[in-house]
């Protein structure tokens, strides 16, 4: 079941519980960063985190499920939610620079990501070094599901993101390098830009 409401200015609650997971998350697109995140699984936690802080966006998220199988359900349930909340929270989408795009390096991993709040889901994933997707991070977090997480939240959220590792060696620089360069993207993305009057689009929707 899922139950997902939208609040004043563009913020948005979801509460969604399967037989495999149970969520909470609520955002602030027009915050500062500000997050209390406890997915249950500690490495997600510090990508979310640091996913919030990066966007400005204020989220709240809480998450239990069956880790005792795989890490996999509630990541991706938690992704799903947040993609849920932020098309909700984006409403009709007046005013937005609607596209936004970012290079961020940590240490030596980079990662360039471009974003379209286009209302047509759309992901391009690529770079990775070879195995990356096999690493175990933080003894929970499988490398193969950053890709994942970014497919849910792209799919729900109804947005166009690329996503290009440049270089990296270290796995948990590979991952956090492009959630912060997803961050810095959407932030740019969602901002109001003064110049724009209406929708952003030729047809008028997105």
Same mark, same amino acid.
């Given at each position: 079941m899922t139950e997902i409401t939208p609040g004043q200015g563009r913020t948005a609650r979801l509460e969604r519980a399967t037989s495999e997971s149970s969520v909470m998350v609520e955002i602030n697109l027009d915050g500062t960063g500000v997050s209390t995140i406890d997915t249950s699984v500690p490495f997600y936690d510090h990508m979310l985190t640091a996913l919030s802080k990066h966007s400005l966006?204020?989220?709240?998220?809480?998450?239990?499920?069956?880790?005792?199988?795989?890490?996999?359900?509630?990541?991706e349930d938690v992704a799903i939610s947040i993609g849920e909340v932020l098309k909700?929270?984006? #409403?009709?989408?007046? @005013?937005? &620079? &609607?596209? #936004?795009?970012?290079?961020?390096?940590?240490?030596?991993? =980079? $990662?360039?990501?471009?974003?379209?709040?286009? @209302? &047509?889901?759309? =992901?391009?994933?690529? #770079?990775?070094?070879a195995?990356?997707?096999?690493?175990?991070? @933080?003894?929970h977090f499988t490398g193969s599901l950053t890709r994942h997480v970014f497919e849910a939240i792209t799919l729900h959220a109804q947005i166009c993101l690329h996503m290009t590792v440049i270089a990296g060696r270290d796995?948990?620089?590979?991952?956090?390098?492009?959630?912060?360069?997803? $961050? &810095? $993207? =959407?932030?740019s993305a969602i901002e109001a830009d003064p110049r724009v009057t209406g929708i952003p689009s030729t047809k008028g929707l997105l």
């Amino acid at each position: 079941m899922t139950e997902i409401t939208p609040g004043q200015g563009r913020t948005a609650r979801l509460e969604r519980a399967t037989s495999e997971s149970s969520v909470m998350v609520e955002i602030n697109l027009d915050g500062t960063g500000v997050s209390t995140i406890d997915t249950s699984v500690p490495f997600y936690d510090h990508m979310l985190t640091a996913l919030s802080k990066h966007s400005l966006i204020d989220m709240n998220i809480k998450a239990t499920g069956d880790t005792h199988i795989d890490a996999h359900h509630t990541v991706e349930d938690v992704a799903i939610s947040i993609g849920e909340v932020l098309k909700v929270a984006l #409403g009709n989408k007046a @005013g937005i &620079r &609607r596209f #936004g795009e970012a290079t961020i390096p940590l240490d030596e991993a =980079l $990662a360039n990501a471009v974003v379209d709040v286009s @209302g &047509r889901p759309y =992901l391009v994933h690529g #770079g990775e070094p070879a195995g990356q997707e096999y690493h175990l991070i @933080g003894g929970h977090f499988t490398g193969s599901l950053t890709r994942h997480v970014f497919e849910a939240i792209t799919l729900h959220a109804q947005i166009c993101l690329h996503m290009t590792v440049i270089a990296g060696r270290d796995p948990h620089h590979i991952v956090e390098a492009q959630f912060k360069a997803f $961050a &810095r $993207a =959407l932030r740019s993305a969602i901002e109001a830009d003064p110049r724009v009057t209406g929708i952003p689009s030729t047809k008028g929707l997105l």
